[in-house]
């Protein structure tokens, strides 16, 4: 199905992304990729000559309901997505939780969600990229084409090219996610549980661990059934979703529901899973009905980032993904209640990758889970690094890896003892990106002492912290 006709629009703007690639090419001058926003925690810099702009390549160019894929452009967000697919009754198999997320971010950012223990991270639904290299020149990579290249892109952070069109496999949708909650006590009993979830014939498994005692598993599939009561998150009046996971599994019994299904997938946006707690406690507000409903359109993701960006607020919470072989989360668990005592944690199974080697998920394990340990953390900046590094080195002792959209205070040499440093250097050089495109050591580690400030955070609000200075 052809939606409009955005193919010369396309053509036109990769043109003029290949061109000014090219001339920092010729004069040796990294350019970094600015699309308008982002959910990556560490501060961005960018100048007008720093800077490759590709906010504008934001349509979806093509569905073809008949091969189920869709072709679209990177900084399409979820939302976006879901909404250009579902009228034809498909959807993308791993859609992130959070509505702006962006389908360039999320391949080369390392995303993925509840459905991941089945169909993996989300760049493992993408089939084809249209990309520019590190030289100008636009080429396309797939399984079968440029297949090194194909594989070099996933996780890299915007180092290898700019990616500027992807081709996503779609899957049958129904009108609701069948959603059970079942209520687990410690760390030990949720791991069991997921595991033992994974392994029936359902679509979506995640989980809530509240406190060290208690926490929550949920596990659903897509349903046009009718026979339950049905439960909405995304408007002013409804609860955040983790209030409402937490108060049905209270009396210890397992619960079933239906979700209509944007409600199931962007479930943790208002709230931000969280994280939006936090939110009230520098407003001097409690976290009640009135204020949620009032405040509504302040407490969703894509304005929780800006005021984490305008304040620099990252400074004062440990915010990371993690991916642990499942054999470690106990043991991490342990470490976290030593360390930083963060609740609730996240809990997401993701189905091993074994092909992309900068992939999150690029660990030997049968399940790898990732935990979301994002809470506040207020210490010196000294202290807050050390712990930070505590975690990385425990992350690394456990056999797993970072998400790295977040802070990463890595040594080089530790960094590239995760890494593999020859291939990826050697794959630089082969596509032309090492003077193109900065080195992803110098991506995402966080170099600057952060300062935070709630007086910027309000300016913020209203002028957008994402520009081009
Ligand atoms: C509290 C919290 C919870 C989170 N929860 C989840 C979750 O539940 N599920 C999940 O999947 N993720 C989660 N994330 C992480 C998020 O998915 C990643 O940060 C993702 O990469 C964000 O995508 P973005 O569109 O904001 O891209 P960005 O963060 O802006 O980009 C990521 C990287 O990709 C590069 N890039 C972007 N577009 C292109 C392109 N077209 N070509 C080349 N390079 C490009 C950028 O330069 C950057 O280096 C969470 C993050 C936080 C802070």
């Not at 599994?249 to 997938?265: A, F, N, T």
């Not at 930083?340 to 030997?364: F, G, H, M, Q």
């Amino acid at each position: 199905m052809q939606l409009v006709d955005p193919r010369s629009k396309h053509e036109r703007i990769v043109e003029r992304i290949s061109i000014q690639v090219k001339a920092a090419y010729d004069q040796k001058k990294p350019v970094k990729i600015f699309h308008g926003g982002t959910h990556s925690t560490r501060p961005q810099h960018f100048t007008r000559d720093n800077t490759v702009d590709i906010s504008d390549l934001n349509q979806v160019i093509n569905i073809d309901v008949a091969g189920q894929f869709a072709i679209v452009e990177p900084n399409v967000p979820m939302d976006a997505l879901v909404s250009a697919t579902l009228p034809y009754g498909l959807v993308p198999a791993v859609i992130m939780e959070f509505p702006g997320i962006t389908v360039g971010g999320g391949v080369q950012g390392g995303a993925g969600e509840s459905s991941s223990f089945r169909w993996g991270l989300f760049h493992e639904i993408c089939h084809e990229y249209e990309l520019v290299l590190g030289d100008g020149t636009v080429t396309k990579a797939s399984e079968e084409e440029n297949h090194d290249l194909f594989h070099a892109n996933v996780g890299s952070y915007g180092s290898m090219d700019i990616i500027t069109s992807v081709k996503i496999s779609l899957i049958p949708a129904k009108k609701y996610v069948r959603l059970k909650y079942i209520p687990t006590g410690n760390v030990a009993e949720a791991v069991k549980a997921i595991q033992e979830n994974v392994k029936e014939n359902v679509g979506f498994v995640d989980a809530i661990q509240f406190s060290k005692e208690k926490g929550v598993v949920m596990s659903g599939d897509f349903s046009d059934e009718a026979d339950l009561p049905k439960s909405r998150f995304r408007m002013a009046w409804n609860a955040w979703f983790y209030q409402h996971a937490k108060k049905v599994v209270k009396k210890g019994q397992p619960y079933e529901e239906l979700i209509p299904i944007q409600d199931y997938l962007f479930r943790y946006d208002r709230g931000a899973f969280w994280v939006g707690d936090y939110g009230f406690g520098i407003l001097h507000l409690p976290n009640i009905w009135l204020f949620r409903f009032l405040l509504h359109s302040l407490f969703t993701t894509r304005t929780l980032y800006r005021f984490l960006h305008a304040t620099n607020a990252s400074g004062q919470y440990i915010v990371q993904d993690l991916c642990l072989p499942e054999d470690s989360i106990v043991p991490f668990a342990a470490m976290n209640d030593d360390l930083a005592k963060v609740y609730p944690l996240w809990l997401c199974p993701i189905r091993p990758d074994d092909e992309n080697k900068l992939s999150p998920s690029y660990i030997k394990t049968k399940l790898v889970i990732n935990v979301g340990v994002w809470g506040k953390y207020v210490v010196d900046s000294e202290k807050f690094i050390e712990t930070n590094r505590k975690i990385e080195q425990q992350i690394k002792d456990l056999g797993g890896r970072k998400v790295l959209y977040a802070h990463a205070y890595y040594t080089e040499d530790e960094f590239w003892s995760i890494y593999d440093k020859e291939w990826y250097d050697k794959t630089r050089r082969i596509i032309h990106a090492s003077s193109t495109f900065y080195n992803i050591y110098n991506t995402v580690v966080v170099k600057e002492k952060i300062q935070s400030s709630r007086l910027t955070g309000l300016m913020g609000l209203i002028k957008s912290p994402f520009k081009i200075q």
